[in-house]
């Protein structure tokens, strides 16, 4: 069974910086590929960014291209969002999460089959 276990999250000013971490543990882990999700209070669940673990081909959301950077570290099983300029807009509980099978959709949030349990991240202005 693998597990997915968020760290990095905290409190920024805005303007400032964070890193994410999610590191995947269990069975040997290759999964298709890794996303970050955030979920503000009272919203629904939306897609940040995306990695495929073989190519490293990167997918971004509008609304953080240009700040947001998603890499991964194979041998360590481990997926980064490196969070910049952020904004009180980025206030959220991230949740990484995992693609086993290939997919064309990794926008959706219904293609992820593992998650983890969340980290939160609150930026003030």
């Known amino acids: 069974q693998v597990q997915l276990v968020e760290s990095g999250g905290g409190l920024v000013q805005a303007g400032g910086s964070l890193r994410l971490s999610c590191a995947a543990s269990?069975?040997?882990?290759?999964?298709?590929?890794m996303g970050w999700f955030r979920q503000a209070p009272g919203k629904e669940r939306e897609f940040a960014a995306a990695?495929?673990?073989?190519?490293?081909?990167?997918l971004y959301a509008d609304s953080v291209k240009g700040r947001f950077t998603i890499s991964r570290d194979n041998a360590k099983n481990t997926v980064y969002l490196q969070m910049n300029t952020l904004k009180p807009e980025d206030t959220a509980v991230y949740y990484c999460?995992?693609?086993?099978?290939?997919?064309?959709?990794?926008?959706?949030?219904?293609?992820?089959?593992?998650w983890g349990q969340g980290t939160q991240v609150t930026v003030s202005s």
């Open positions: 999460a995992a693609v086993l099978t290939a997919s064309n959709w990794l926008r959706r949030r219904n293609e992820y089959d593992v």
């Open positions: 269990g069975r040997t882990f290759s999964p298709y590929a």
């Open positions: 990695i495929s673990w073989g190519s490293g081909a990167t």
